[in-house]
């Protein structure tokens, strides 16, 4: 029996641009190859850097291109979080959290609900602390969760913030992945953009370009560039060129649609076979992103049925250093006609 994966918050193959992508790679090659086959600046392919600053409205002095989101997170914590307290999300993404770890940060949580993180609850962790470095959120379809905050609390959450002057670290590589229903403004709007932003084109391309982009204020940009310099000389300019490239030429809307459209199957299939084979369980319908955060009656221990479960893989809730009866469904990677079966099958093992 074929394992069906819920497991990887990956795309499916199908979903990777692959000619388009050739072509551009090409075209890229051919044009400037002698340059952006050598090293280069630290901060990475300017003209991406530029490109992202439009979109964003802020000089490109303050974009730092990295080899996926996850390399700027990492230059991020070890910058702030060493040996400082900070703020994430309960649950949160795996691997912030470890890196967050790595970095010997102390970290508070405050609980996610069905509309993200509560603001009161992040009030509440930080009450007796009298400087946290940063609070770390991912605002929109959040990993693991699937979850949205709402407009409400990104605006009071900004507000708190603002107020005792803490920096927002805000993730955010999932809100262009949206099949329905109004985009919000960022975390980092409402701060007027003086808050740290960071996403990727790894679910609007592809995953495997790493090309990953935070804007930061103008001198933590420069000592993250310095610092990015003094690791790896440069990331991987080939890929920033070929994304580029792939926008420049008008390739990036199309291809989102395209996408959007294959995961909006996808997650439609996952909620009519929870319907079908979940009764007393609950979840949140997420209008875009990966994820469903499937949480079983307590007292439903999920690594037990994970262990249990035959020809299906999804990740249990205290991965993400959430709730034991919880497990984390990801419908962006088994093909449509796969998700019933695997889900049959999750259930076959409660
Ligand atoms: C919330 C979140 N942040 C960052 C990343 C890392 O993405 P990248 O491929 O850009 O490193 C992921 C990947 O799944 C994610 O879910």
């Given at each position: 029996?074929?394992?069906?994966?819920?497991?990887?918050g990956?795309?499916?193959?199908?979903?990777?641009?692959?000619?388009?992508?050739?072509?551009?790679?090409?075209?890229?090659?051919?044009?400037?190859?002698?340059?952006?086959?050598s090293y280069?600046a630290g901060?990475?392919?300017?003209?991406?850097?530029?490109?992202?600053?439009?979109?964003?409205?802020?000089?490109?002095?303050?974009?730092l291109?990295?080899?996926?989101g996850?390399?700027?997170?990492d230059?991020?914590?070890?910058?702030l979080?060493?040996?400082?307290?900070?703020?994430?999300?309960?649950?949160?993404?795996?691997?912030?959290?470890?890196?967050?770890?790595?970095?010997?940060?102390s970290?508070?949580?405050?609980?996610v609900?069905d509309h993200g993180v509560?603001?009161v609850?992040?009030?509440?962790?930080l009450?007796?602390?009298?400087?946290?470095?940063?609070?770390?959120?991912?605002?929109?379809?959040?990993?693991?969760?699937?979850?949205t905050?709402?407009?409400?609390?990104?605006?009071s959450l900004?507000?708190?913030?603002r107020?005792?002057?803490?920096?927002?670290?805000?993730?955010?590589?999932?809100s262009?992945?949206?099949?329905e229903g109004e985009p919000?403004?960022?975390?980092?709007?409402?701060?007027?953009?003086?808050?740290?932003?960071?996403?990727?084109f790894?679910?609007t391309?592809a995953p495997?370009?790493?090309?990953?982009?935070?804007?930061?204020?103008?001198?933590?940009?420069?000592e993250l560039?310095?610092?990015?310099?003094?690791?790896?000389?440069?990331?991987?300019?080939?890929?920033?060129?070929?994304?580029?490239?792939f926008?420049?030429?008008?390739?990036?809307?199309?291809?989102?649609?395209?996408?959007?459209e294959?995961?909006?199957?996808?997650?439609d299939?996952?909620?009519?076979?929870?319907?079908?084979?979940?009764?007393?369980?609950?979840?949140?319908?997420p209008?875009?992103?990966?994820?469903i955060?499937?949480?079983?009656?307590?007292?439903?221990?999920?690594?037990?049925?994970?262990?249990?479960?035959?020809?299906?893989?999804?990740?249990?809730?205290p991965?993400?250093t959430?709730p034991?009866n919880c497990?984390?469904l990801?419908?962006?990677?088994?093909?449509?006609?796969?998700?019933?079966?695997?889900?049959e099958?999750l259930a076959a093992a409660?």
């Amino acid at each position: 029996m074929e394992t069906i994966s819920f497991a990887r918050g990956a795309p499916a193959p199908e979903l990777l641009p692959l000619e388009e992508l050739a072509d551009c790679a090409e075209t890229v090659l051919a044009r400037e190859g002698k340059t952006i086959l050598s090293y280069g600046a630290g901060a990475g392919y300017t003209p991406l850097r530029e490109l992202i600053g439009e979109w964003f409205d802020v000089h490109p002095g303050r974009v730092l291109l990295t080899n996926g989101g996850l390399q700027g997170l990492d230059l991020l914590a070890r910058k702030l979080a060493r040996g400082n307290t900070l703020v994430c999300e309960w649950p949160t993404y795996d691997r912030a959290y470890k890196l967050f770890l790595q970095a010997g940060a102390s970290i508070l949580v405050a609980t996610v609900d069905d509309h993200g993180v509560d603001p009161v609850n992040v009030e509440i962790a930080l009450v007796g602390q009298m400087k946290a470095a940063f609070i770390y959120v991912i605002p929109t379809f959040q990993n693991p969760t699937g979850t949205t905050l709402t407009d409400e609390r990104r605006q009071s959450l900004v507000q708190f913030l603002r107020r005792r002057d803490m920096l927002i670290v805000e993730d955010d590589p999932y809100s262009l992945v949206r099949f329905e229903g109004e985009p919000l403004p960022a975390l980092f709007d409402y701060s007027g953009k003086t808050s740290v932003y960071m996403s990727s084109f790894s679910k609007t391309i592809a995953p495997g370009l790493r090309v990953g982009f935070t804007i930061l204020p103008d001198k933590l940009a420069d000592e993250l560039a310095a610092e990015a310099t003094d690791t790896y000389i440069t990331p991987v300019l080939l890929s920033q060129a070929v994304v580029c490239e792939f926008i420049r030429r008008g390739s990036f809307a199309p291809n989102l649609q395209r996408v959007n459209e294959q995961l909006r199957i996808r997650r439609d299939a996952m909620l009519a076979a929870l319907e079908k084979h979940f009764a007393g369980a609950t979840w949140v319908k997420p209008d875009g992103g990966y994820f469903i955060w499937l949480q079983l009656p307590v007292p439903a221990d999920a690594r037990e049925i994970l262990a249990r479960a035959q020809g299906v893989a999804a990740v249990a809730g205290p991965e993400f250093t959430g709730p034991v009866n919880c497990i984390r469904l990801a419908y962006s990677y088994a093909a449509p006609d796969e998700i019933e079966t695997g889900i049959e099958r999750l259930a076959a093992a409660v």
